[in-house]
Structure formats: structure tokens, C-alpha cells
């Protein structure tokens, strides 16, 4: 017995230093990016296999919950790298400074040019409003505000749609924001903290429309072979996200968080975002993008503040946001 206990103590031992050895990444990011039918379990797989790491995803709520978490946390957080901001946030996440420059060359096919030291970015696309097909769909947000159709939407203090969407008001209507925000409150079925939440209403039949992609169809016709889902055509344009990720200035595996970034713009990762996040990918794949993306509504104008510009309009346009959801 005592052979076998020391034996026992030998393996664990063993077993311990052997995970001790083993570099673990942090990385913060959304919900539905590591969900079961999102990104993050296969691209924990393809980044584990040339690594020589453990990839630990952390869920941190929607994405502007993310730059909540980490303002919280501070110097103390245990994130190596942050994923799921957006444009609309980054310059208020490098005002942190909890953020390092990265070293990351690509060949994006961005719709913009991209110039930034601190972040990569993933994937980008449209903000949409998604409808059943045969609805018969007002043609901006002005004639959504004015009609009888019943929507959801995001908060836009805890998610990207949602605080994307107070952009896109602003982006297109300027001044007159306030007044389609107090026309768009009775359209309004309920404020959800994330998209997955508002999607999932969605499908039950709870309203019309959601906010959602110009290619969250795609998620349809290629998982489900389902065309029922469109997303609506807006005649002043649709507003661009482009999504990033960033290092942690604090990160204690610098150079695994730097091998994670360069791999995140690389085909293996970049194949795998048209059909988990259903997104365009920040560098198109080899491969090309998937059968039906080629159908999708394509905006006729992409509207987009500069990350400063929307950093500046981001209190204004969310007391606006607030005002008129309170009346």
C-alpha cells in the first residue's frame, strides 16, 4: 500500500509539473463567440495544435460588456487578450491603457483602409434589421419609426448591435436623432443585455424584426437550408462594424498573445468566421466565402464615425437613447 501510495504521489507529481509547463491564454470575449455553434471551440483546436498552449475563452457577457469587465478589473485582470470590440469602442479601450501595440501584418479585405497599432481586426460586417420573409419591411429607420412594426434590440451599454444601432441614428439622422428615438419607442417589444437573447425572442415569433446583420441570413440558408429570413434594405445606408482584438499590456505570455493576434488574421482562423460568426472575414479565406453569401442585402452606403468621432457622440447619443425609451 505505501508502494502504491508513493507511486500515486510520483504520477500526480508529475502530471502537475506537466501543466505547470504547459503556457495557458486568457482570452475575454463574447458569448456567442464560444458557443457550441460559434468560432471559439474550433479555433481553440486550430491555434492549440500550433501553440503548444492552453486557449482558455472566457465569456464576458456582449461585447461592450467586455470594456466594463476590463475597466473593473484593471491592471488585475487575468485576459491576455480582449476579443469582440468594435470601432465604436476601441478609442475608449486604449484610453485604459491596459492595451499594447501589436505587431500584425495582413491583407485585409476590409471595406476601409485599416491603420491601427493596437487593434486587429477579425471580422466586420452590417447592421441589419432581420424580418420573415413576406414581411413587408419599411424601406429606412424613419419609415420603421413610423410604422406599427414591433422590434428588438440590444442595450447598447452592454452590446455592440445595440450601441452600433444608436450610431447608425446618429450617423444618419445627426440632430434629428432624438425625434426618431421618441418615434422608434413604441416600436419597441423589449431591450435585451446581448444579441443571442434578442435573436432567440426573434425566432419564438416575439417581433417582427431584430437587430441583427445584413448576413445573419446566411445562418440560415447554409446551416438550415432556410430562406425564410431577410434582412431589410435601409434606403439612408447601414452602419459598418468592424470587430478587433487587442493585447493586454499586462499579459504575462507577451509573445503567445502576440502568435494568437498573427494567427487570427491567418486561414485557419479566417475560414472559420463566415460560417460560426457569420460574418465577413476581416482577410478572405483561400477558399473564398460560402455559397450564399453572394446573395445578401449589400448596402447601398456604409455609414461609420471614426473610432474618436464615436467615442465623442457615445454619451450624448445613448442620454438620447435613454430619454426617449423613459417617456
Not at 460586417?125 to 419591411?137: I, S
Not at 473564398?288 to 452606403?301: C, E, I, R, Y
Not at 457622440?313 to 445613448?318: E, F, H, M, P, Q
Request: charged share 20%; net charge negative; with cysteine.
Amino acid at each position: 500500500m505505501k508502494h502504491l501510495a508513493f507511486a500515486t504521489g510520483v504520477f500526480v507529481s508529475a502530471a502537475g509539473l506537466a501543466a505547470a509547463e504547459t503556457p495557458e491564454l486568457v482570452v475575454y470575449t463574447y458569448d456567442s463567440f464560444v458557443s457550441d455553434w460559434g468560432p471559439g471551440p474550433q479555433i481553440e483546436t486550430a491555434f492549440e495544435a500550433v501553440c503548444g498552449c492552453d486557449l482558455k475563452f472566457v465569456a464576458a457577457g456582449d461585447g461592450a460588456a467586455l470594456l466594463s469587465r476590463l475597466r473593473l478589473e484593471g491592471a488585475r485582470t487575468q485576459a491576455d487578450i480582449v476579443l469582440g470590440l468594435d470601432t465604436n469602442l476601441t478609442a475608449a479601450a486604449r484610453d485604459t491603457g491596459l492595451f499594447a501595440q501589436h505587431f500584425v501584418s495582413a491583407d485585409y479585405s476590409l471595406p476601409l483602409e485599416w491603420d491601427d497599432s493596437v487593434f486587429v481586426p477579425y471580422d466586420w460586417g452590417y447592421f441589419a434589421f432581420v424580418h420573415q420573409a413576406g414581411f413587408e419591411a419599411p424601406k429606412s429607420l424613419k419609415a420603421l419609426a413610423a410604422s406599427e412594426a414591433k422590434i428588438l434590440i440590444q442595450d447598447p451599454r452592454a452590446s455592440t448591435p445595440g450601441l452600433g444601432l444608436l450610431m447608425w441614428v446618429k450617423a444618419a439622422y445627426g440632430d434629428e436623432a432624438p425625434a426618431i428615438w421618441r418615434d422608434l419607442a413604441d416600436n419597441i417589444v423589449t431591450v435585451t443585455k446581448g444579441w443571442s437573447e434578442a435573436y432567440g425572442l426573434f425566432l419564438e415569433g416575439e417581433a417582427d424584426m431584430v437587430l441583427s446583420y445584413t448576413t445573419s441570413p446566411a445562418y440560415h440558408m447554409i446551416a438550415e437550408e432556410d430562406h425564410s429570413k431577410v434582412a431589410a434594405g435601409f434606403e439612408e445606408g447601414h452602419y459598418l462594424q468592424v470587430e478587433v482584438a487587442g493585447k493586454l499590456a499586462g499579459s504575462d505570455v507577451p509573445e503567445l498573445a502576440d502568435q494568437f493576434l498573427q494567427f487570427m488574421v491567418s486561414d485557419a482562423f479566417q475560414s472559420v468566421i463566415p460560417t460560426t460568426n457569420w460574418m465577413y472575414p476581416a482577410v478572405t479565406p483561400e477558399a473564398g466565402l460560402p455559397d450564399g453569401f453572394q446573395s445578401l442585402v449589400t448596402p447601398a452606403k456604409a455609414l461609420l464615425f471614426s473610432a474618436e468621432e464615436a467615442a465623442g457622440l457615445r454619451a450624448g447619443a445613448l442620454e438620447e437613447w435613454r430619454a426617449a425609451l423613459s417617456q
